[in-house]
């Protein structure tokens, strides 16, 4: 099943904070966090295992709630180069090998000057 | 290092013609995905491989479309024959799985297929 993200879009001033929520009914494994821009592939930011670990890399940072089902990217004091669709993909139940994801719908953010 | 390599990169097609997409793994990973994006059902899986093997091929919309990796660097989806709601971006994308269970996927560029 798809995961929810939440919101759909936003729309921010540069400088300004941003969280983007992905939840879904699916016991996880692990959470994979993508930003696409337009005419572009995705491309990686990152992944969280479970474990309920938090990651982060310069202003990016994203947390991983077993329990809840749910993870959550933060984008702090963001810059225009941030904008773009942002997609989690939940992997299931690798054990083996890579799991093909399921992606959610997508949050549009859009950074104004 | 190159990256994931997809051709073509445009194809426009007639309804009911044979298409075949290909794409080139990263050199050492060992797990390919194939994507489809649309603006109406967003990001899908359509199948992966981990060794060569076909793991879970779900996400293929009909018989009309198949995959193969006939071997650890290559792989093509062929969808015959074509139809207009074919009509998306399709992405491959390659991995490989750690110790510590990170598996970053590399996307390739696209190809962009449109059905007439």
């Known amino acids: 099943q798809q995961p929810v993200q939440s919101p759909q879009a936003v729309i921010l001033r540069e400088g300004e904070d941003a969280v983007i929520n992905c939840s879904s009914s699916?016991?996880?494994?692990?959470v994979h966090w993508y930003r696409q821009k337009h005419g572009e592939a995705p491309v990686f930011l990152m992944i969280?295992?479970?474990?309920?670990e938090q990651k982060g890399h310069d202003k990016i940072s994203a947390s991983f709630n077993e329990k809840k089902q749910q993870s959550s990217l933060y984008l702090t004091a963001s810059q225009l180069s941030y904008s773009g669709t942002y997609f989690c993909?939940?992997?299931?139940?690798?054990?083996?090998?890579?799991?093909?994801?399921?992606f959610g719908k997508g949050t549009h953010l859009i950074i104004q000057p | 290092d190159a990256g994931v390599i997809q051709s073509p990169r445009h194809e426009v097609t007639e309804m009911g013609q044979e298409v075949t997409l290909r794409c080139k793994l990263i050199s050492g990973h060992n797990s390919l995905f194939w994507y489809r994006q649309t603006m109406m059902r967003g990001l899908e899986l359509l199948i992966y491989?981990?060794?060569?093997?076909?793991?879970?091929d779900s996400g293929m919309p009909e018989d009309r479309f198949s995959a193969k990796m006939p071997n650890a660097s290559f792989s093509t989806l062929k969808i015959q024959p074509s139809e207009p709601r074919d009509s998306a971006v399709y992405f491959c994308?390659?991995?490989?799985?750690?110790?510590?269970?990170?598996?970053?996927?590399?996307f390739g560029p696209g190809t962009r297929l449109t059905v007439l």
């Open positions: 491989f981990n060794n060569n093997v076909p793991i879970d």
């Open positions: 994308a390659s991995s490989f799985l750690t110790g510590t269970g990170n598996y970053e996927q590399f």
């Open positions: 993909g939940t992997g299931g139940h690798s054990g083996g090998g890579a799991d093909g994801l399921t």
């Open positions: 969280l295992l479970k474990g309920g």
């Open positions: 699916k016991a996880l494994y692990s």
